[in-house]
């Protein structure tokens, strides 16, 4: 069975700062592994995803993730944090050659960026 | 550029009454999809579609049900209307069968 999870209900950060939202996972086999975001009564909006390839993915508004096959990880990081960048963000994952039906969300991760 | 589009955005219902929520894409997107988001659960897909006059369930498929008659607009219907079924709905597309999701702005929906 699929699964994704986000072990920190809420990430606290300065402004400036570097911040890292973690994400893990199980699938069987090689796994597609996306995050989004969402800024309040908002919809989600797509951040960057990893398919095959490098390591490291870059994404829009200066976020990146790594991947790492041999921890099942996938951390959202950015290197130095914004008080906008304040939302809740989603990581998730199916398995490679599964159906868009079996992509999983993880329960969300709410950044919160101080001044 | 409208995207992914939901209507209504706000509705409140009593136990027993039935309601359609409506979602347009204008992306030509292949995929659509429906999920509810409830506190500290994430999202739970409903149904979804992998083309126009295709449905299939998702994780949490009781209770609704959906069609695609054309390929731009994806209906949830709610037949029966329960108070669990309270929640925010997002309707979302894909191109294609690994492409990311576009969401709409969601629909708040109250059962009372």
């Known amino acids: 069975a699929q699964s994704v999870a986000q072990p920190e209900d809420q990430v606290n950060v300065a402004e400036g700062n570097p911040l890292t939202v973690k994400c893990t996972y199980s699938?069987?086999?090689?796994?597609?592994l996306f995050w989004y975001v969402q800024y309040p009564n908002r919809g989600l909006q797509f951040l960057l995803k990893?398919?095959?390839?490098?390591?490291l993915v870059k994404g829009s508004y200066g976020f990146e993730a790594e991947f790492n096959k041999s921890q099942t990880s996938f951390h959202l990081k950015k290197p130095s944090a914004l008080v906008s960048d304040s939302a809740l963000y989603f990581c998730?994952?199916?398995?490679?050659?599964?159906?868009?039906?079996?992509?999983?969300f993880g329960k969300g991760t709410k950044l919160s960026v101080k001044p | 550029n409208a995207g992914v589009t939901q209507t209504p955005k706000f509705r409140v219902l009593k136990t027993g009454q039935s309601m359609t929520l409506l979602c347009a894409q204008d992306?030509?997107?292949?995929?659509m999809y429906w999920y509810r988001q409830d506190p500290g659960m994430g999202l739970r897909l409903i149904h979804y579609?992998?083309?126009?006059?295709?449905?299939a369930k998702g994780e949490v498929p009781d209770g609704y049900n959906v069609s695609r008659l054309k390929k731009q607009n994806f209906l949830l219907g709610l037949e029966s209307a329960a108070p669990s079924q309270t929640s925010v709905y997002f309707c979302?597309?894909?191109?294609?069968?690994?492409?990311?999701?576009?969401f709409g702005e969601g629909s708040r929906l109250t059962v009372l």
């Open positions: 979302a597309s894909s191109m294609t069968n690994t492409g990311e999701l576009f």
């Open positions: 699938v069987s086999g090689n796994p597609y």
């Open positions: 990893y398919i095959t390839g490098d390591n």
């Open positions: 998730a994952v199916r398995a490679f050659g599964g159906s868009q039906g079996n992509l999983i």
């Open positions: 992306m030509n997107h292949e995929y």
């Open positions: 579609s992998v083309g126009e006059g295709t449905t």
